[in-house]
Nanobody, 125 residues
Framework: QVQLVESGGGLVQAGGSLRLSCEAS????????MGWFRQARGKEREFVAG?????????IYADSVKGRFTVSRDNAKSTAYLQMNNLEPEDTAVYYC?????????????????WGQGTQVTVSS
């Protein structure tokens, strides 16, 4: 069973950048679509970005992060990334990565079966 570990969160000023990493155990990482979600305090978990499995690698983004965030993957390292630029205070949340039920990433939280523990991102104004 795949296990996921996120890293790279922290405190940054508005306009700054962070890169989150999501390292997966197991040898089947390339078969999974990967998604990034976030959950702010008192709010529901929401989709941020996703990338399809290794032989497609098409990406999708929430409208709120288009043009600022970039999702990618390195299958040799079994790691997915979320590059976040021009961060805003509204981006403050716990960020989670997850493996999709199939090879295609979607915006639906119910399509994801394995989740990491989350990493805190705090953007100060």
């Amino acid at each position: 069973q795949v296990q996921l570990v996120e890293s790279g969160g922290g405190l940054v000023q508005a306009g700054g950048s962070l890169r989150l990493s999501c390292e997966a155990s197991g040898r089947t990482f390339s078969m999974y679509g990967m998604g990034w979600f976030r959950q702010a305090r008192g709010k529901e978990r929401e989709f941020v970005a996703g990338i399809n499995f290794a032989w497609s690698e098409s990406t999708i983004y929430a409208d709120s992060v288009k043009g600022r965030f970039t999702v990618s993957r390195d299958n040799a390292k079994s790691t997915a990334y979320l590059q976040m630029n021009n961060l805003e205070p509204e981006d403050t949340a716990v960020y989670y990565c997850a493996t999709a039920r199939r090879g295609v990433a979607t915006m639906n939280v119910n399509d994801y079966i394995t989740w990491g523990q989350g990493t805190q991102v705090t953007v100060s104004s």
